[in-house]
């Protein structure tokens, strides 16, 4: 088993347990992960990763190549596209963030239905 160079930037204040390549290799992928990220262990991550600070990731799940993750986010499903990830919320009682975290998947198409509404609301009225 050969080590290849390592291209990860760790910042300071970040605890990294175990990191090996796919492979087994004792290398890693060539990421970035800045001050304060929580990755669980179990976490597989590709390469071309930006982890911004503050940034939590559950474990038992994939971030793809190219992902990169906003700080302050929370990511606890796998990612595998590509692009840029954001997740934060302002602070609320628990009880009404679960509510408002449930309803939040489905504004786009409660947005669209809205609409849709709107428009024979207007047609009969015309």
Known sequence: M???AIQTEIANST???SAT???????IQPITVTTC??????TKIGSRC???GAAMILGHIEIG???TVSGASFIGKSIRSPGV???TQPQMPHDEWLK????LRHLADMRGRIRALEKKLSDKES
Do not use: K
């Not at 408002?100 to 309803?103: E, H, V």
């Open 2 to 4: 050969s080590c290849q």
């Open 15 to 17: 605890n990294v347990q």
């Open 21 to 27: 390549s796919g492979n087994g290799d004792q290398a």
């Open 37 to 42: 990220a929580g990755i669980a262990g179990s």
């Open 50 to 52: 930006l982890i911004g």
């Open 65 to 67: 190549d190219g992902v």
């Open 85 to 87: 990830y954001t997740s």
């Open 100 to 103: 408002n975290a449930a309803q």
